[in-house]
């Protein structure tokens, strides 16, 4: 039997999980052969996820336990931050030496240098980032003055660039994928404030380059990332036609069995696995017009849910026995979701 695949949980617009796409891409991985990827709806988050990790942020690396030597018999090994997975990424293969991995002063200078950065950025920059960003959120907070001070930063790493166009030394370094994602937000909160700066001119010319160049593109983009949210195997899956959910919605109650039967007359309501939407929408909804996917959590529901056989071909579904209440329908989202719109913000 093949060995399970590395899982990553990530968010395509986190920049903790774009920096450890772009190590995992740049070790040379690929989501599908390599690593199996799990897109997070931080709004809702996949059990699998809180028990991988119960602090609940992505990125998460879960590696098999035969990938995990040193981590004791049977057991996998969690990665639950973004650090801890570029290192294991850079670890298996860094051939453009992101690391700086050599034993001489100027590679342990260089990592010392990279290091200092990286902190700066987790820390000082990120603080005035957020609170820049998001000033909603902070109120009484100055946003001018964490606008300041994030610029104040950038100012010293624009410095750092003058020599060669990377942040440390001549060539690409882990500084460069660490912060990219960071000083990427703090000019889409502002495209022209930051543009303006021309003090930040070297560190202009640098983004522009990752923004225009093949690595960043890579890791926003199939297979790296997609906007549509990994289904969690712990939930179940209903199709539901738009209107008779939206009664539901004004009734506090969802009584309907399939297309066309209400659970009154079924008995129970038909549900689908994560991994059998696709071929129940194929089969009754394709042509019904306006059509929801409801995820479900049957820990939620007062009535039981039964893996149950189909008559005509003994493929086993999820039924609930009862009806569904509101409160255990975690989202209702079109179905097939709608083509994302290409451009735009990320
Ligand atoms: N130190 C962590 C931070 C990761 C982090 O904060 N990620 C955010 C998304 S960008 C998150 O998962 N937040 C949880 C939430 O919003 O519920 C790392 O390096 O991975």
Same mark, same amino acid.
């Not at 950065?117 to 980032?129: P, R, S, T, V, Y």
């Not at 209400?262 to 696995?273: R, T």
């Given at each position: 039997?093949?060995?399970?695949?590395?899982?990553?949980?990530?968010?395509?617009?986190?920049?903790?999980?774009?920096?450890?796409?772009?190590?995992?891409?740049?070790?040379?991985?690929?989501?599908?052969?390599?690593?199996?990827? #799990?897109?997070?709806? @931080?709004?809702?988050?996949? /059990?699998?996820?809180?028990?991988?990790?119960?602090?609940?942020?992505?990125?998460?690396?879960?590696?098999?336990?035969?990938?995990?030597?040193?981590?004791?018999?049977?057991?996998?090994?969690?990665?639950?931050?973004? @650090?801890?997975?570029?290192?294991? &990424?850079?670890?298996?293969?860094?051939? &453009?030496?992101?690391?700086?991995?050599?034993?001489?002063?100027?590679?342990?200078?260089?990592?010392?240098?990279?290091?200092?950065?990286?902190?700066?950025?987790?820390?000082?920059?990120?603080? *005035?980032?957020?609170?820049?960003?998001?000033?909603?959120?902070?109120?009484?907070?100055?946003?001018?003055? *964490?606008?300041?001070?994030?610029?104040?930063?950038?100012?010293?790493?624009?410095?750092? @660039?003058?020599?060669? %166009?990377?942040?440390?030394?001549?060539?690409?370094?882990?500084?460069?994928?660490? =912060?990219?994602?960071? =000083?990427?937000?703090?000019?889409?909160?502002?495209?022209?404030?930051?543009?303006?700066?021309?003090?930040?001119?070297?560190?202009?010319?640098?983004?522009?380059?990752? @923004?225009?160049?093949?690595?960043?593109?890579?890791?926003?983009?199939?297979?790296?990332?997609? #906007?549509?949210?990994?289904?969690? #195997?712990?939930?179940?899956?209903?199709?539901?036609? &738009?209107?008779?959910?939206?009664?539901?919605?004004?009734?506090?109650?969802?009584?309907?069995?399939?297309?066309?039967?209400?659970?009154?007359? =079924? %008995?129970?309501?038909? &549900?689908?696995?994560?991994?059998?939407?696709?071929?129940?929408?194929?089969?009754?909804?394709?042509?019904?017009?306006?059509?929801?996917?409801?995820?479900?959590?049957?820990?939620?529901?007062?009535?039981?849910?039964?893996?149950?056989?189909? /008559?005509?071909?003994?493929?086993?579904? /999820?039924?609930?026995?009862?009806?569904?209440?509101?409160?255990?329908?975690?989202?209702?989202?079109?179905?097939?979701?709608?083509?994302?719109?290409?451009? %735009?913000?990320?």
């Amino acid at each position: 039997m093949a060995a399970a695949p590395p899982i990553l949980y990530s968010f395509r617009r986190c920049p903790y999980a774009i920096r450890a796409r772009l190590a995992l891409a740049a070790a040379g991985l690929t989501p599908g052969a390599d690593l199996e990827l #799990r897109e997070v709806h @931080l709004g809702r988050k996949p /059990p699998e996820l809180l028990e991988a990790s119960a602090k609940g942020t992505v990125p998460v690396l879960v590696l098999p336990p035969e990938a995990s030597a040193g981590a004791g018999e049977g057991a996998a090994l969690v990665l639950p931050d973004s @650090l801890g997975v570029m290192a294991w &990424a850079l670890a298996r293969h860094d051939p &453009a030496d992101l690391r700086r991995s050599g034993e001489g002063n100027a590679e342990a200078s260089e990592r010392a240098r990279i290091a200092a950065m990286i902190e700066q950025n987790d820390g000082a920059f990120k603080h *005035h980032l957020d609170h820049f960003k998001y000033a909603n959120r902070h109120p009484g907070d100055d946003r001018e003055q *964490h606008r300041d001070g994030a610029l104040e930063i950038l100012r010293g790493w624009s410095a750092a @660039l003058e020599p060669c %166009g990377w942040l440390v030394g001549g060539q690409p370094s882990l500084a460069d994928l660490a =912060v990219l994602p960071f =000083v990427r937000q703090f000019r889409l909160a502002d495209p022209e404030g930051f543009d303006r700066q021309t003090a930040l001119a070297p560190l202009q010319e640098w983004l522009q380059r990752f @923004l225009q160049g093949p690595e960043l593109a890579a890791v926003m983009a199939e297979p790296w990332a997609t #906007r549509r949210p990994w289904r969690s #195997r712990q939930w179940i899956y209903h199709l539901a036609l &738009a209107d008779e959910w939206r009664q539901a919605q004004a009734q506090g109650l969802y009584e309907r069995s399939t297309r066309g039967q209400s659970l009154e007359s =079924v %008995g129970f309501i038909h &549900a689908s696995g994560a991994d059998q939407v696709e071929a129940t929408y194929g089969r009754f909804y394709a042509d019904a017009g306006e059509v929801l996917l409801l995820t479900i959590d049957p820990g939620r529901l007062t009535a039981s849910v039964r893996w149950e056989p189909a /008559p005509a071909t003994g493929e086993c579904f /999820p039924h609930i026995h009862g009806p569904l209440p509101l409160e255990a329908v975690l989202a209702a989202e079109p179905f097939p979701p709608p083509q994302p719109v290409t451009g %735009g913000r990320c």
